[in-house]
């Protein structure tokens, strides 16, 4: 098994940077907030369009065009619509697998954040809280919510799989990351007892997960369990016959070699992907498919400063202010970076880039020159990124 | 001169077939009767959620890779912020032209709506309404607009032209689309005494909006006339001197050749074309450098069914059920009549393609099958649209 794929971002799971807009006129940080400083109206308004408009039929024939075989939809734990103020969105995953069937895709659904939160970052809901793990209720809701998913879409043509959870932070990563001051609570109180899950945890919750889904999902559709930001922690991990295709997600990005000490240099970072991504991905590809679930082709050294671990103006980090380096350059860095990472995840069973569109504009707003790697559209149009077209 | 582009339709100035999700829970069919049924709150977030993201730098870096030189962006009469209900978007227009010039496209404003109506088609601003010649007051508030427009980007290098107003119509083309029937008023008083917009009338204006707007906009900008329906019209027109770099833009789309009696095959799209388009622009092209600024693929033939003139069912005609040709038969028919249109607009002075993108959901809404080929992303993904990709 190998896939080609490309996550749907930021279109039914919120993330500011990726559009401002929908934050306007409010100080919310993460999706958590949008709804509580917004009329309900207005707020139905903002979300409604948006998803309307950000992913529509039109991406699917686009991201068919570029090769790609698979999608990964990131879905909030509030899909079904049971958990107010937000607004579910089934309807639109819905229209997604049809779209999907029709061109010839695959889906790969992502369930991207926990009530309380796993992680503590702003794309888990809530910044700086990180609690689910502690609320036994809570952690019954989420596999409710897997179980409704396997559910409904268990045997659709179109299902490539189920992610049961998109970045549970463990205990280093937590420390990296410094979630509690990169990703400050709005509400102090409501992060109170946050920190990392432990590995212990986790393994319960995959396992419980797995039974609760496998029973309505066929054995050929995947089951995919993220490695916590730990890689080679898994290996003792389901070897039980009982567990089927069971893949392996992890999340690998330069900005974090970078804050693990790589330097910004194109044979670093080199370096880096063979030292690390492609070793451990072909030591873990002996015990599951391992894929890799969000990668791009951002890193400091095109962006021609220090983003300090992809930190951006939000975070308080200036970024550049004028274009350091020529297309040519720039261009020359991100196919170098392109090649190596797709080196990696072909040691394991392939990937999904880390988005397909953000709505980042590095032209009008200050701070955000080289941001746009993020985006896989605009890296094919730039030429950084190959595709069969 | 010979210009490669495409319109940015939808984004500043609504049509309801193109993002429905805009309308919903309301009847309006047009955007006058938008925020008139809808609180200002809420108008308020769906327009500028709408405006943030259906157009944005991506699209632009979209659009140079397939190959564009230019974006013809329709503007509504309100674009400044002073007619009440409707919000400017005169700060859009702005980002546009910094994106263009960062890479490298040149943007024709195009002027798509009049108070009033011009047309009295919906993408006119307000169906079955057309007044707006009879009232002086307003075809003043139109120079007006022009002049405020000439004098903000007049001098941009990002600027191609100015053009002073889309699809006026007139006699014949207000009896082959029998606009009153086709787009019912939704206020029967507003529409009383609309008719077609006289030759004499329009060639006034344009020598009006001409002298208005040239005062601003250096020689080398073009200052771009519509042919109100009746490209052979103009022979006589702007004769002098004085009028430099006018281009006669020229709206030619395959469902009004149907209309006119065409057959819907592939030689009788092949036929009409080479007899009308295609002589007509040669003769016009001795006067005028002649563009068509609105064409796209789209035809009766491919669509499997008879449209009646490109009626959808937002008039209540049907559309096709299901796929009646093959993906193999639907590129053979596009690229054929691709290439012959663009052949014909060889003849003069190029093309704006119509559109770049629509919302139009063709697998999850019944009735529209066959409309993607309005939508130039989904044609050159398909590769329906020869692109330099």
Chains 1, 2 share one sequence.
Not at 135 to 161: I, N, Q
Not at 165 to 178: G, Q, R, S, V, Y
Not at 369 to 382: K, P
Request: overall charge negative.
């Amino acid at each position: 098994m190998k896939v080609k794929g490309v996550n749907l971002g930021n279109w039914l799971v919120l993330e500011k940077w990726m559009s401002p807009a929908l934050f306007e006129g409010t100080t919310a940080e993460d999706e958590y907030h949008l709804p509580r400083q917004l009329s309900r109206e207005v707020y139905e308004a903002r979300i409604k369009i948006h998803r309307s408009e950000y992913i529509t039929e039109r991406d699917f024939v686009s991201i068919k065009a570029m090769g790609m075989e698979a999608v990964r939809i990131p879905v909030p734990y509030f899909i079904f619509g049971d958990r107010e103020p937000f607004i579910g969105c089934i309807q639109e995953l819905d229209k997604a697998f049809n779209w999907a069937e029709k061109y010839g895709l695959e889906v790969l659904i992502d369930l991207h954040t926990a009530p309380m939160g796993q992680n503590g970052f702003d794309n888990g809901g809530i910044c700086g809280v990180c609690r689910w793990s502690q609320c036994p209720e809570e952690v019954e809701f989420v596999l409710s919510v897997l179980e409704r998913l396997a559910k409904r879409y268990g045997t659709r043509k179109g299902l490539w799989g189920i992610e049961v959870l998109n970045e549970p932070i463990t205990e280093h990563a937590w420390k990296l990351m410094d979630v509690p001051n990169r990703y400050p609570a709005a509400e102090p109180e409501m992060a109170e007892g946050s920190g990392p899950n432990s590995l212990e945890f986790l393994r319960d919750f995959y396992c419980r997960a797995y039974d609760r889904i496998r029973t309505y999902l066929p054995e050929e559709k995947y089951v995919v369990i993220h490695d916590g930001f730990e890689l080679l922690a898994w290996k003792d991990f389901m070897r039980e016959e009982k567990y089927v295709n069971v893949v392996l997600d992890t999340h690998q990005y330069l900005m974090m070699a970078e804050a693990e000490g790589c330097a910004q240099e194109l044979d670093a970072y080199r370096d880096y992907i063979e030292a690390h991504y492609k070793k451990d991905i072909r030591e873990m590809q002996q015990y599951f498919p391992v894929i890799c679930g969000e990668w791009c082709l951002f890193n400091s050294l095109a962006c021609g400063c220090d983003t300090k671990g992809g930190q951006s103006v939000l975070n308080g980090v200036e970024g550049s202010s004028g274009e350091r380096l020529d297309a040519e350059e720039k261009k020359r860095i991100y196919r170098a970076v392109a090649e190596a990472q797709m080196d990696a995840w072909n040691q394991g069973s392939g990937y999904f880039y880390w988005s397909y569109k953000l709505l980042t504009d590095t032209v009008n707003d200050k701070g955000w020159i080289g941001w746009d790697s993020w985006d896989l559209g605009r890296c094919a149009d730039f030429g950084w990124f190959p595709t069969e077209r």
